[in-house]
């Protein structure tokens, strides 16, 4: 009871300390707005522009839940659990700031920002979590009206989260779902939103939070917390920066006279596969994609792939073999998508072993899902999840280079 006291104590300080921020923002009329150069500077740019549907918002939501045990070495875990968790999300103005959005007739808003998340897990076994990451969303229903009174949209968060407790078979033996405090955090949710006053909204938002260490850190079979948030969301009148704006134009310029570019891609990553024999390996792939730019912030993927992996030659407690190329290697071939927002890009891939040196290990297809970066036309930075049927394979980090 008292925990939950001060959760709800915690929350409205939050709402009352944005509330005042907010008004000081709301009492800026036209002619404060004209003092300021740079919105006077973007609005005077872009003077058919719909400022009524740039929306740029601060919310703070209160969720309910429980970690639900998929794995019957969780059962002990299973427990209600809550948290707080401040989210902002800002029109995606780099692509929207075009023909159909400043006419209004655009339909489907993209925003991107970020989301903060505290968690209380219920037991002395899982502990806290906290946890940090990119935001994506985009609107579900049409929105084709002046102003955006109501919205429904899906939300995708990846980031990375700490967990206070960890599997330790001396002082914490019961946790047998993770095995470090640092993992990555993704979240999926499904919410509906609605204006109250003056941009104000209110939102209710049904989804998914998951921890994993990707099989970083023996165990791993992750946490997985569905939930139900409520909370209020507030408007900051935030000038655009135009500067920014124009790069992401001149970026998306660029691709929209590439329909198809290729791209060679090196990744690494650390893995551990037994709990009481816990050796690290590292994998790699290398990687050969062709885009198709179906659009200036979307494109279909193929790709071949050469994955190294030498868990294929462990075995528990013996000392590993000399190596052998064939025994630690993976030919596979994939189709994804990947969608934009700004320089951030979500990566979505399902691909088919064609070889591997042992094929009842592992499923016959594996799944990826992870996050790019445009560091420049020309490079991309990607993490991305390589997965067998939902079961962590390894954690990808590394390098695209697109040709011309």
Not at 124 to 134: E, L, R, T, V
Not at 181 to 199: D, F, R
Not at 237 to 262: A, G, M, V
Request: proline share 2%; aromatic share 14%; hydrophobic share 40%.
């Amino acid at each position: 009871m008292k925990k939950r006291l001060i959760y709800i104590g915690l929350f409205f300080w939050l709402l009352f300390s944005a509330q005042s921020i907010n008004a000081k923002i709301l009492n800026l009329d036209s002619a404060d707005l004209v003092e300021n150069q740079l919105c006077n500077r973007f609005y005077k740019d872009n003077s058919d522009l719909n400022k009524n549907r740039i929306t740029n918002h601060l919310s703070f939501g209160m969720m309910k839940g429980f970690l639900m045990p998929h794995h019957e070495d969780m059962q002990q875990m299973y427990a209600h659990i809550q948290g707080l968790q401040l989210q902002y999300l800002s029109t995606d103005l780099t692509w929207e700031n075009n023909k159909k959005f400043k006419s209004g007739n655009i339909k489907y808003a993209q925003r991107l920002g970020f989301v903060l998340s505290a968690f209380d897990l219920g037991t002395n076994i899982s502990g806290k979590a906290f946890s940090g990451g990119i935001l994506f969303s985009t609107d579900l229903l049409s929105n084709t009206v002046n102003k955006i009174d109501w919205r429904s949209s899906l939300k995708f968060a990846l980031g990375l989260g700490y967990l206070t407790q960890k599997y330790d078979a001396v002082a914490n033996p019961e946790n047998r779902a993770i095995g470090s405090h640092i993992n990555g955090y993704m979240q999926i949710g499904l919410s509906v939103e609605k204006n109250i006053y003056k941009n104000s909204v209110v939102f209710l938002e049904f989804g998914l939070a998951h921890f994993s260490n990707a099989c970083w850190k023996f165990p791993n079979l992750g946490v997985n917390l569905p939930y139900l948030q409520v909370g209020l969301a507030y408007p900051l009148n935030l000038c655009p920066s135009t500067k920014k704006i124009d790069k992401q134009i001149q970026l998306n310029q660029k691709l929209s006279f590439l329909p198809w570019r290729k791209s060679v891609s090196i990744r690494l990553g650390k893995k551990e596969i037994d709990l009481d024999d816990d050796r690290e390996f590292i994998n790699g792939v290398v990687e050969f994609t062709l885009e198709n730019w179906i659009s200036k912030r979307s494109n279909f993927r193929y790709a071949i792939s050469y994955f190294h992996d030498r868990t294929y030659q462990f075995k528990k407690f013996d000392k590993m073999p000399n190596y052998s190329f064939a025994g630690t290697s993976e030919i596979t071939v994939s189709a994804g998508y990947e969608t934009r927002f700004g320089k951030f890009g979500i990566i979505t891939d399902f691909g088919i072993y064609l070889y591997k040196p042992d094929f009842k290990k592992k499923t016959a297809y594996y799944e990826g899902i992870g996050c790019s970066y445009a560091i420049s036309p020309n490079y991309k930075a990607v993490v991305r999840l390589k997965a067998n049927k939902t079961i962590a394979d390894f954690a990808e980090f590394g390098l695209t280079y697109l040709f011309n």
